[in-house]
């Protein structure tokens, strides 16, 4: 989506010492603050959420497709680490 220039928001859903190690420039929401936060969440366009693994940010999209009536939110699989593997390996990641 990055490479083909997309208008999609792009979230990040790690703690804030994780965040701080290495960002994608997304909109950083920790997992528990994805409820009190989530006004800050487009809901015209795409949404990729993203975590370490794939784990948190897959919560991230339930309980805001659950509880927010969210449509338009998909999980980056694998994470921040499938990215680092796939897009750039010099990346750091915790």
């Known amino acids: 989506m990055q490479d083909r220039n997309e208008d999609f928001q792009l979230i990040d859903v790690r703690e804030d010492f994780e965040y ?23 809901r015209n366009k795409p949404v990729v959420i993203h975590c370490r693994s794939g784990k948190r940010s897959a919560q991230a999209v339930q309980i805001l ?25 010099d990346l750091k990641v915790y």
């Open 20 to 42: 701080q190690e290495s960002n994608l420039g997304a909109v950083h929401i920790p997992l528990g603050q994805i409820l009190a936060e989530a006004d800050k969440i487009d």
């Open 65 to 89: 497709s659950k509880r927010e009536g969210f449509d338009n939110l998909s999980n980056l699989k694998g994470g921040i680490l499938a990215w680092r593997d796939e897009m750039d390996p």
